[in-house]
């Protein structure tokens, strides 16, 4: 399992350099011009980062299950992505989500 010190660490590094990349766009824009499509493009950026702090959240979290290899979040993770790619309902994957988690866990 990962050390929860270690996970930290990476994510306020990620978080750090996130955000300085971002700023740094934000302090020379007046000094550069930016075409509507590169706009565009960074509006998905914040989209983009959710998952990469909640899959390795998911991923390294050590589970009871043997079967799945103590990865029952990150199954769940998964099959959820999965259904929402078709339903596109947030309160649904979210009801979804921890409703298979409880049982999961529970059972």
Known sequence: MING?????????MVVGTL???GSF???SGKMKISDKTRELFTYIPAAILPAF???A???HQGQ???VFGKERFLILVLTGIVFY????TLLIIGLGLGLLYLVTQF
């Open 65 to 67: 299950i043997a079967e």
């Open 20 to 22: 300085t990349i971002r």
């Open 58 to 60: 998911t991923f390294f």
């Open 54 to 56: 909640i899959v390795p």
């Open 5 to 13: 010190n270690y996970f930290l660490l990476n994510v306020f590094l």
């Open 26 to 28: 934000i302090a020379v």
């Open 86 to 89: 078709f339903v596109r309902s």
